[in-house]
């Protein structure tokens, strides 16, 4: 697997993953693999931890940005 990009919203807190991800367990079993998956980091989404968007309601962002 080839290392994903990361970016990190300094406004919102969320992070974004480019690339393949491995969810494992805490034994380390692969349980599924995502691509191109975005985390909460405002903690208003109502699909946590996966961010939907709704920071932009208190940051002002629009779509066009890398949140």
Known sequence: MANPTIY????????KILGAVD?????????????????????????KPWCDGSHKAI???NRS???
């Open 8 to 15: 990190i919203n300094p406004v919102s807190g969320s992070i």
């Open 23 to 47: 969810f494992v367990d805490a034994e380390g079993n692969i349980l599924e693999t995502k691509e191109n998956v975005k985390f909460c980091g405002c903690s208003l989404s109502k699909d």
């Open 59 to 61: 940051t002002g962002q």
């Open 65 to 67: 940005t890398n949140s």
